[in-house]
């Protein structure tokens, strides 16, 4: 039962990876690879399923089901949103635009789409993924179990480096543009746009401020899936990096 579950995890994982990175793709007009990890996978979409799967599979009543997975389904990502908040200092997905939201961690259109999603997967969707998966030998269950779950650890792993590196390099970049704020603020008022514009003409954009603005792949996948992401701590810095990316994107396709 517990290779099942971390199978069927890991396949839902895959289903909102897949669901997330072409709604996004559209929206943004460009491929997005969306989510933390490397690989295609949305752990929170999984985890939520096999939520739903464990708390509602014995109920059949749809009605019930649209409402009982809106309430554990929006828990889930208004406690995971808050809690990436507070390990990262940055709010990954901001609902705020949207009418009727808690916070802007979860809103009323997200809501009912869970509640729809919830009313597929437990009368549709799994029966059928619970079918193909009691097909599948211990052993082979066994097998692809431990290979999928090392290969989820490397990638938790690197993708953890990643956002430790990234967070590093907004540290340093906010304190060079704090340092810059401060003395410049007492000669051009409260213009911090425009202050903020005239940064990499000053003495604080030091050679290693430059170069910390190189991101690495992985950094520009974090942030070209998460496109509305602020920090709290970091706001003005990853401002300047985001601005950086997109004026070499828009570079590079000029070149193109």
Not at 47 to 58: E, F, K, N, P, T
């Amino acid at each position: 039962m517990v290779l099942d579950y971390f199978l069927w995890f890991l396949f839902y994982s895959f289903l909102g990876w897949l669901y997330e990175s072409v709604l996004c793709s559209i929206q943004g007009g460009k491929l997005v690879n969306r989510g933390f990890l490397i690989g295609p996978v949305c752990p929170i979409y999984g985890a939520g399923a096999v939520l739903l799967i464990g708390a509602l599979s014995q109920v059949g009543n749809p009605a019930l089901l649209f409402f009982a997975g809106i309430g554990l389904a929006c828990s889930l990502e208004y406690f995971t949103s808050w809690l990436l908040e507070k390990l990262f200092h940055a709010r990954w997905w901001d609902y705020s635009r949207y009418r009727f939201n808690l916070n802007g961690r979860i809103c009323l259109l997200g809501a009912l789409v869970f509640g729809v999603f919830t009313v597929l997967l437990l009368l549709w969707l799994h029966p059928a993924a619970k079918a193909v998966t009691a097909q599948i030998p211990e052993t082979y269950k066994l097998f692809f179990s431990g290979f999928l779950l090392s290969a989820l650890f490397i990638d938790g792993a690197a993708t953890l480096a990643n956002l430790i590196s990234l967070k590093q390099k907004l540290c340093e970049i906010q304190d060079a543009i704090n340092t810059f704020m401060g003395e410049s603020r007492a000669q051009a008022g409260t213009f911090l746009t425009s202050l903020l514009e005239k940064f990499e003409g000053s003495r604080f954009y030091s050679e290693r401020i430059r170069l910390l603005q190189h991101m690495t792949l992985q950094e520009k996948r974090i942030l070209n899936a998460f496109p509305t992401v602020k920090s709290r701590r970091y706001g003005e810095a990853l401002q300047h990096v985001k601005q950086r990316l997109k004026t070499a994107s828009r570079q590079n396709r000029r070149r193109e």
